[in-house]
Nanobody, 126 residues
Framework: QVQLVESGGGLVQAGGSLRLSCAASGRTFGLVAMAWFRQAPGKAREFVAVCSWSGDRTSYADSVTGRFTISRDNAKNTVYLQMNSLKAEDTAVYYC???????????????????WGQGTQVTVSS
């Protein structure tokens, strides 16, 4: 059984920074890509960023490119999302997700991920 636990969310002023963490259980963490999604009130869940199993390949949504950085530490079974220059429109619940297929670099489609965390709230005040 895989469990994903996010942390690091909170309230921050526009222009500020936060670093989210997602700790994963299970022995297959280093074999699969990991991603971050977010969901704002009244909106659909949207893709934010994905990191390959080795950490050497990443992809971002256009809305966060240049401001957010995804990374991982396979020795700690943890994936991170560094968020800089935060905007009010970044306010959402942020979820980490594990790719369904090992070794593959997934797209941002939610169906390509099989395990999800419970989410952590990020609120950016303007």
């Amino acid at each position: 059984q895989v469990q994903l636990v996010e942390s690091g969310g909170g309230l921050v002023q526009a222009g500020g920074s936060l670093r989210l963490s997602c700790a994963a259980s299970g022995r297959t963490f280093g074999l699969v890509a990991m991603a971050w999604f977010r969901q704002a009130p009244g909106k659909a869940r949207e893709f934010v960023a994905v990191c390959s199993w080795s950490g050497d390949r990443t992809s971002y949504a256009d809305s966060v490119t240049g401001r957010f950085t995804i990374s991982r530490d396979n020795a700690k079974n943890t994936v991170y999302l560094q968020m800089n220059s935060l905007k009010a429109e970044d306010t959402a619940v942020y979820y980490c997700a594990r790719a369904r297929v090992p070794w593959r670099f997934p797209t941002g489609a939610p169906e390509e991920y099989d395990y999800w965390g419970q989410g952590t709230q990020v609120t950016v005040s303007s």
